[in-house]
């Protein structure tokens, strides 16, 4: 029996996998890297032990810490969650030697499958469907390699996860290029450059079926999950079971996870991987050798609890009867909502969050509460909200409820993308989404905008009435940016209610109530409430048809602060990789400076203009923060 | 608690509403004309020059969404002066601070200073200094207005004695300087604690290019004279460099933002809003001055909830006296009911008076008096004596008093209902007010009499008709000298204010006088008349 579990962990899953363990009566062990120090799940195990450091191989890629951890506080089983060491088999061989149980498949099982090219070829022999493909080693004819398994081709990391050195190659002349900056990146992310080439289906369908198997033989498929709904190869919206699975294609999907399974020897959680074209046709992708970000929607449409049954199958336990006769209750949806800014290419988000709070009738599986730090180190994935409906169509519908009446202030979130991906028909449909463009569901209406300068004004009501003047006077004036615009807003309180306009044009409102916190509003006959949230530098307004950031604009501008002109800010929070240029360097329009990397992905900073760089502050390896500059280049004439 | 028995249903309402709401548009009609400065072509001349009016300097001066009292609103109404007089002041808050704010309009006459901008200026200081209020300068003014230096230049030395004397009291004084400030000006920053000067547009010298050539030959210019690079890096005359309009006044709320600044009055406690609407006060006043309505109509709408505790209401009842708060203050009120103070009404305002100083309780006088009564039976009452009880006790009473004309201020009534030459901290009249020496018709009635009297004394015979003409014209005279805005204009009051917001303006008025401590006259006990 494990009786202290140590999840080797952070975030949701951490304090996902602490609330099975209380449940069962396990004591638990969180350990923390100095950025995660203040983050719920920390807090939520019975003891926490500190991992200095905050860069993940100075923290939850060290092994030997971990063990330790588990050593000090007489853990005596350790579950990885997902990411980190979750499929390091070298790892669950230190837990094995350090007399801890690890939560997971055996340490062989892990490194079968841990090269995607070794795991290919095991599963082409145990009659499992595969893609055509080859490893690329410093002899391979990368043109005629690619010729024979057919364009698009894939570049892949063969140790990688999570779409990190992952490339479509179009064309032979893209060929080199993209299979040497997928090295590059396989190199940094997983200390391995090796990558191979695979057939690229188009559009394809990403579905997946989780299995569990005991130490006693037994290996069972508990459905699909269907995660075809991905931006830059990273999955955001999955959901069980699929809606382009019949029984029979179940049954066959099934069969051939089971396959796998039983080829591995396979014990506790895991879940193959199928890429699945428009004919039903499905191709070996990879075996994940742990418990999936996406594992809420099986649990939701089985009753499962899939933490409890890896616990029990680490335990020796042999699976119970639940697991072989499960079924499939109505349908479950969950949604990743990201810190990222969509609209400036998913790039990564950071800051405060000052205020997250979900709806009710949702699961929410949340690394993060009000007035937690979103930072730059780790994967910015802040929660997963799951609904669970009769049908696809009512969980689709109540989920879409909960995201836009989220509260989530502070950092930019998918949130509004998500929102647009369950309102799409060719989504509700169960058809192939592609991301759809529009990504604001709820753009700041100018009655938001009202909304924040009524509520503002309501927080500087002194007694006397706002704004009050006896001779006819210039209205109130505020302003806000709404997505980088700045928007003004002036107002004046009358005798016979209120006069507001935003950018000029009059709104026929009347204010019935007007709180710091609560604005409500008849607006041509239909009440609105709103909620209001104020932080430093911006205001929210949320109902439950979405929400809205308005950024503070200053009522006076700051006379000394403007940058250099010809400076170069970082885009985004990250890391120096690479500083193509030096100063005094003649650069041209277009010609990468600065590389930055953060989350996953590469960021260049090209010269924006014909010039000279004539300052260049940043070097390789340096952090950065959003809009710090890296270098100034000035336009020669 | 004051119950109402005001009916706003009933034809009388509606129709002393209806006179009212006349009132006001001629009211908004002229404040509008104020607003309007110079007008519009010279308003749009000024924009076109970069500049922000002086009602646009204040918005950005003052705290978002706070009160701003302003004050002599009509100055120079009805002269050959621009209504307003060129200069705006009033009562708001900056960066926290309750503060009197006085402001060039550089769109009448560049801002230049005739008698009546005098007059607005100085009453604006004295406001200032009495109730201890930080001055914020908003200065760009060509000077004095030349062809009234006459009326003009000897007593505007007391602009600087003023400013002075203010920093002597430890009130703080600040000049932003957005343009012209020559000459006599150039003391306004000059003479203030703070300084701040716009970059290219503030120009602060005792004499221009011209001048300068004149008297010493010397080639200079405006820059090298008085410009803010000059004055914040040589003469150091300028405290601070802004480098526009905008930033001149950040700085300026980051300087009262610094004032360390506590009021010396205590705080208020918390308040309700009166239980009756005061929108009803318009239904309230009768359109005949000579027709008497119950004040306590009035403060069912203006006090604290509605909650008023009269003193020795079965006694002089033709005048109101009682204790209330507004918003949070406490206050004592005196009140005429029935137009005419008597003995009574002299002896107990007297002794509520010495109550109010006893308590320190701030007093507000709603005054709709005709003045005392005369008569064989009075005078031999001894109605002087009492008379001169109650305005002995208004003169020596150390309580802040605040003083609204609703209807009426005849006679020494004015004057023992805390009138303008009784120092009250601020004075307000509504739109309808009057206030004379007596009513228009008594005083040409009173000239007619004592002509016939001299007449028939020098045994010369009386035409009827010359008297007939001129009782009329004297009478059409004194009405018309008797209005509201004749008198607001002369800067007899504080100005006009709608009767609706008579809540408002007392409670900006209270807070504003505790800024300087309340405190009553001691010495005597409270003598029982």
């Known amino acids: ?149 057919g364009f698009p081709v894939l570049v892949k990391a063969a140790f990688g996860g999570g779409g990190r050195g992952m490339r479509i190659v179009a064309t032979p002349d893209e060929l080199a290029e993209a299979v040497a900056s997928a090295r590059r990146e396989a190199a940094t992310a997983f200390g391995d450059d090796t990558v191979f080439l695979e057939r690229y289906v188009v559009e394809p369908r990403h579905v997946e079926v989780q299995i569990l198997g005991d130490a006693h033989g037994s290996v069972v498929a508990l459905f699909e999950r269907d995660c075809s709904i991905q931006r830059r190869h990273q ?27 039983k080829a591995l020897g396979y014990t506790g959680a895991g879940t193959v991987e199928f890429v699945m074209d428009d004919t039903g046709s499905f191709w070996f992708l990879e075996v994940n050798t742990r418990l999936q970000v996406e594992h809420p929607v099986t649990e939701l449409v089985t009753g499962l609890d899939l933490v409890a049954l890896q616990l029990r199958v680490a335990e020796g336990e042999p699976l119970p009867a639940e697991v072989t006769a499960a079924r499939i209750h109505g349908h479950a949806i969950e949604v990743r909502l990201y810190a990222e800014d969509v609209p400036a290419g998913f790039l990564p988000a950071t800051g405060t969050l000052h205020r997250f709070r979900i709806p009710d009738g949702v699961r929410v599986d949340a690394g993060v509460a009000d007035g937690s730090v979103v930072g730059p180190h780790y994967d910015p994935m802040l929660a997963k909200v799951i609904a669970h409906g009769a049908t696809r169509a009512a969980a689709a519908r109540r989920l879409r409820r909960a995201l836009r009446g989220a509260q989530i202030h502070g950092v930019v979130t998918n949130r509004d993308l998500l929102v647009a991906i369950l309102a799409d028909p060719e989504f509700l449909a169960g058809r192939y989404v592609r991301l759809p463009s529009v990504v604001h569901e709820v753009p700041a209406d100018p009655v938001r905008v009202a909304v924040a300068a ?37 107002y004046r309180f009358r005798r016979d209610g209120v006069e507001i306009a935003v950018d000029g044009d009059p709104l026929a409102l009347t204010v019935v109530s007007a709180t710091p916190e609560r604005v409500v509003l008849d607006v041509e006959g239909v009440r609105r409430a709103f909620a209001v949230h104020h932080t430093d530098d911006a205001v ?59 989350m996953k992905m590469e960021h260049t900073v090209a010269a924006p203009v014909d010039g000279v760089v004539t300052a260049l502050h940043v070097r390789p390896g340096d952090q950065v923060e959003s809009g710090q500059a890296l270098a100034v280049v000035e336009e020669t004439a | ?395 020596n009473s150390a309580v802040p008093h605040l003083t609204i004309n609703m209807a009426s201020s005849f006679g020494a009534g004015n004057y023992g209902m805390s009138g303008r030459a009784y120092d009250p901290r601020l004075m307000f009249a509504w739109p309808g007010a009057k206030l004379a020496v007596m009513g228009a018709a008594q005083l040409a009635g009173v000239l007619s009499i004592v002509g016939r009297a001299s007449a028939a004394a020098q045994g010369k015979p009386f035409d009827e008709d010359a008297d007939r003409a001129r009782t009329a014209a004297v009478e059409a005279q004194i009405e018309t000298e008797s209005d509201a805005f004749a008198v607001t204009a002369r800067l007899y009051d504080d100005g006009i204010v709608d009767p609706r917001d008579t809540r408002t303006v007392l409670g900006i008025a209270l807070s504003a006088v505790h800024s300087q401590t309340v405190a009553g006259r001691r010495g005597f006990g409270v003598f029982r008349m």
């Open chain 1, 1 to 149: 029996m494990i009786t202290k579990l140590l999840v080797a962990n952070r975030g949701e899953i951490a304090a996902r996998v602490f609330r099975t363990a209380h449940e069962l009566g396990i004591a638990t062990v969180a350990v923390f890297s100095d950025a995660d120090a203040e983050l719920p799940y920390v807090a939520l195990a019975d003891e926490a032990v500190r991992l200095p450091g905050a860069a993940p191989a100075d923290t939850y890629l060290r092994g030997d810490l971990l063990i330790a951890a588990a050593r000090a506080t007489g853990a005596d089983a350790v579950h990885p969650g997902y990411g980190f060491l979750s499929e390091n088999a070298g790892f669950a061989r230190d837990c094995a030697a350090a007399g801890l149980t690890f939560v997971g498949p055996s340490p062989e099982a892990i490194a079968a499958m841990g090269s995607k090219t070794e795991a290919k070829a095991m599963m082409a022999a145990a009659g499992v469907p595969t893609l055509p493909g080859v490893t690329i080693d410093a002899h391979t004819d990368l043109r005629a390699e690619a010729a024979r398994i």
């Open chain 1, 540 to 598: 929210y307004v949320d109902d439950p048809a979405g929400s809205a950031a308005l950024g503070r604009v200053p009522r006076f501008p700051d006379p000394s602060a403007h940058a250099a002109a010809g400076s170069l800010l970082a885009p985004m929070p990250g890391a120096v990789v690479r500083v193509a240029a030096a100063q005094g360097d003649r650069v041209t329009v277009g010609q990468p400076l600065v590389v930055l990397e953060a």
């Open chain 2, 1 to 395: 608690m004051l119950t109402s028995h005001v009916d706003p249903t009933a034809a009388e309402f509606r129709a002393n509403r209806a006179h009212q709401l006349g009132l006001i548009d001629r009211l908004d009609e002229q404040l509008r004309l104020a607003v309007a400065g110079g007008g519009e072509r010279y308003v749009a001349r000024h924009r076109a020059r970069g500049r922000l009016t002086v009602r646009e300097r204040i918005e950005l001066l003052l705290d978002r969404d706070a009160p701003f009292l302003e004050l002599s609103t009509l100055a120079a109404w009805g002269t050959d002066f621009t209504v307003g007089a060129t200069v705006v002041t009033g009562i708001g808050v900056v960066s926290g601070v309750e503060a009197m704010v006085i402001g060039h309009d550089p769109t009448v006459r560049g801002g230049a200073m005739n008698p009546y901008s005098l007059r607005k200026t100085l009453r604006a200081l004295e406001i200032a200094r009495l109730n201890r209020l930080p001055v914020v300068n908003l200065v760009e003014s060509g000077g004095a207005d030349l062809p009234t230096q006459l009326d003009l230049f000897v007593p505007a030395g007391r602009i600087f004695h003023e400013l002075t004397e203010l920093s002597a009291l430890a009130i703080p004084t600040v000049a932003l300087v957005f343009g012209n400030s020559t000459a006599g000006g150039a003391y306004v920053p000059g003479m203030c604690d703070h300084a701040v000067l716009v970059a290219e547009r503030a120009k602060v010298f005792l004499g221009g290019p011209p001048l300068v050539k004149m008297a010493t030959g010397e080639d200079a210019d405006d820059e090298a004279l008085g410009g803010a690079d000059m004055h914040t890096r040589v003469s150091g005359l300028g405290d601070h460099f802004a480098v526009d309009e905008h930033d001149a006044i950040r700085i300026g709320r980051a300087i009262m933002a610094r004032l360390n600044w506590r009021k010396l009055g205590p705080p208020p406690v918390p308040s309700a809003e009166p239980r009756y609407d005061p929108e009803e006060i318009l239904g309230i006043l009768p359109p005949d001055p000579k027709v008497p309505f119950d004040p306590r109509e009035v403060l069912a709408r203006t006090v604290d909830g509605s909650e008023f505790d009269e003193y020795k209401p079965r006694y002089g009842t033709s005048l109101v006296t009682g204790w209330a708060r507004l918003h949070g203050y406490p206050v004592g009120v005196l009140a005429n009911h029935r137009g005419v103070l008597f003995s009574e009404e002299a002896k107990k305002a007297t002794e509520f008076i010495l109550l109010a100083n006893q308590t320190d309780t701030p007093l507000v006088f709603l005054q709709n008096t005709t003045g005392y009564m005369v008569g064989t039976a009075y005078e031999q009452g001894g109605i002087i004596k009492d008379g001169a009880k109650m305005i002995n006790a208004v003169t």
């Open chain 1, 454 to 490: 009524l509520a503002e004004a309501a927080s500087r009501r002194s007694g006397f009435p706002s704004g009050w003047r006896n001779v006819p006077a210039h209205p109130q004036q505020v302003a806000y940016t709404v997505d980088g615009r700045a928007v003004a807003v002036a």
């Open chain 1, 235 to 261: 999955k955001i919206v999955e959901e069980c079971p699929s809606p382009v699975v019949d029984e029979a294609l179940r049954g066959e999907l099934s069969g051939a996870a089971v396959a796998a399974g």
